[in-house]
C-alpha cells in the first residue's frame, strides 16, 4: 500500500488494487476507532428507535437503525457499515422484538432470535439486505468522492507547479521546484542529476533535503538511467536493489537529467500511480528545461547576430565615412609636400584648414567609435559632480563655434536653475554631439536654441532648431547605433553613432534623453539630468 500526501500532512492512499485509487476501501480494515464510532452510530439510532416505538409504536422499528449503517458505510467504509448491520439485529430482535428483553421465544423450543415470526423473518431479510446494498453503494460513494478530491488535490498541485514553471528563468530554479514539489505531493527524497558536458559524469544540482547522498549502486544506476532513458530501481526489472527510484528528465528529443527519489526506511515502494504522477512532474520538468535551453540558444544566436551586423556597420561606416576625411588630409598633404611652392600663402592657409578640419572630423569619428566601445565593455564610470548648466552649455558653444558659421545660435538659461549632477566632460560631449547634429541636418540661416527649465528635482535642457525636422518614421530609431537618417538632399551624413553615444551617456548619468519635432518645424532633443542637492548656482 502506497499513499501520496496532499502537502498538509494527511496521507491519500494510491495503491492500486481494484481499479485507480480503488484500495481507500481497505484503509479503514484494521482500524479500530471507526469500528468504535460504527457502533456509537447504531447505539444512537437505538437511542431514536426507544423514542420512536414510546411515541408511536411502529412496527418497522427497525428501519431507524438503517440510517446508522448507511452513515458507517460512507464515513468509514464497506465493513464497518457492514459491522453497524450485524449489530444492528440482536439489538433489535432483544429490545423490540416479542416477547423483549430475550433472544428466545419461549412459545416456541430451540428457537433463536424470535424467527420464527413470519414478519420477523422479512424484516430481518429486507433490512440485511438493503444494509448490505447501502453499504456497498455508500462505500462506492465515499471511494469516488476520496478519489475526485485526490484527483483534484494532484491537478491542483501539477496545475500550479506548470504556473511556476512557465514564470522559471534558470535551470537551478527549475531543479529547485522539482525537488521541492516531489518531497511535498509524496514526502519522498529527491535530487536531481544532470551531466556537468558532454560525457561528463553525473552530478547532484538540487536536492530536497539539502545534502542527499546516493549509494554507489544509485549512482551507476543513473548512468543507466541517464543512457538508456527509462526508469530503474525499486519496483522495475533493472536494479531492483537500489534504495532509490531513478526516473529519467526526458525531452522529445534527449535524455536533460535525472531525478532520483527515495523513501524513508522501512517504506515499500513507489506504487504505479505515485510513478505515473513522478513522470508526469519529470515530463514537465524536462520541457522547461528544454525551453530554457532553447532560449539560451536563441539569445546567444541573437547576440552573434547582433554583433556581426554591428561589425560589418562600423567596418562600412570606416570604409566610406572615415575615408572620406583622410583622402582630403592625404591630398592636402601631399599637394603641398609636392607643389607646395606654386601656391601663394592664402591658398597654402586654406588648404592647411581644410586640412585641419577634416583631421578634426576623424578624431571625432574615431572618438565615437571608442567610446561606443566603452559603452559596451561597461567601462564608463561616470564622475558625478555638482555643475552649472551655464558653463557647460557656454562650453560647448565654444567647442563648435567653427562650425556654426551661417547659423544663428540663441541660449535661455535662467540665472536661478539649480545646479545638475553630471560628469561634465561627458556631458558637454553629449551637447557637442547634438549641436552638430543640429548643424549637419539644418541649412545656411537656421536658428539653434538651447534652453534649460526645472521641473520636480530634474532639469531639462533642449537643444532645438528650426530645420526640416526627423521624419515620422526615423524618430524611434534615432538613437540606434549605425541609424542614420536622412537630410534635404537624401545623402547621408556621419556614422550614426553620435546620438547613440548620447543616449548612452546621459543614462550612465542618471538621465534620460528623446527625440521629438517641434510644433513649428524643426527638431527637439529634450535631456533630463537629475538637480544637485548643492545650492541654486548665481
Known sequence: MADISDGSGVQLN????NGPFASVLKAGR?????YLAATFAVILAFAAGLVVDAIVHAPSVLLVFLPAV??????????????ASFLSVPIFCYFFGEPRFSFADPRHSLQFFKVTDPANIWALFVFVIAAAVTSTLANRLREKTEVAELQARLTRRLSGFSSRLSGTVTADDLFAQLVLQIRQIFGLEAAVLTPAGAGAELAIKASCPDGMTLKPADWTAATWCLTHGTWVGPGSEVSPGTLAL????RSATQVLGVVAVRR??????LSGDEI??????CTQSAMTLERLNLTAKMQQAQVWSETERLRSALLTSISHDLKTPLASILGTVSSLRRFGERYDLRTRDEMLLTAEEEAERLNRFISNVLDMTRLDAGALRPKIEPADIGDLVGAAIKRTEKQLSGREFVTG???ELPMVSIDFVLMEHVLVNLIENAIKYTPDGAKILIVAHSAGGSVILDVEDD???IPPEDLPRVFDRFYRARNADRQRAGTGLGLAICKGFVEAMGGSIRAANRDGGGARFSISLPASLHVTAT
Open 70 to 83: 448507511l452513515y458507517s458505510a460512507m464515513r468509514f467504509g464497506f465493513w464497518q457499515g457492514l459491522w
Open 413 to 415: 538659461i535662467p540665472d
Open 276 to 281: 505515473q504522477v513522478l513522470e508526469t512532474l
Open 246 to 249: 531513478l526516473t529519467p528528465l
Open 264 to 269: 524513508s526506511a522501512g517504506r515499500g515502494p
Open 14 to 17: 494510491t495503491a492500486a488494487a
Open 30 to 34: 484494521a482500524d479500530a476507532g471507526s
Open 467 to 469: 530645420g526640416r525636422g
